[in-house]
């Protein structure tokens, strides 16, 4: 239900105004602005608006994955930090 209730929120906000009038129905329908725009314009409104309702549902077992397996690949990503590795997080940031 919970997720229902979130999938539902994030497409609420990409509905129409970031695909015709340039404007996000809220903050996290930004990344609507760059295509869905452009989409609406060349007749594609029907299609973008599919992709905004597609895209939350995908990302929520990407989500799960990162939170399940999260805190192991940071632990292997440890034990490839040596003296030469660090430097160059240094020297880059």
């Known amino acids: 239900m919970i997720s229902g209730i979130y999938y539902g929120a994030q497409y609420g906000g990409s509905d ?3 695909f015709w009038v340039n404007i996000p129905g809220e903050a996290s329908s930004n990344h609507d602005l760059f295509d869905g725009y452009q989409m609406g314009w060349q007749g594609r ?5 599919g992709i905004a309702a597609l895209v939350p549902s ?3 077992p ?14 292997v990503a440890r034990q490839f930090l040596g003296p ?10």
């Open 16 to 18: 129409n105004p970031p």
């Open 45 to 49: 409104a029907g299609p973008a608006l």
């Open 58 to 60: 995908l990302q929520a």
């Open 62 to 75: 990407l989500g799960i994955c990162h939170r399940v397996f999260g805190a192991t690949l940071a632990n």
């Open 84 to 93: 030469t590795e660090y430097f160059s997080l240094m020297f880059l940031h």
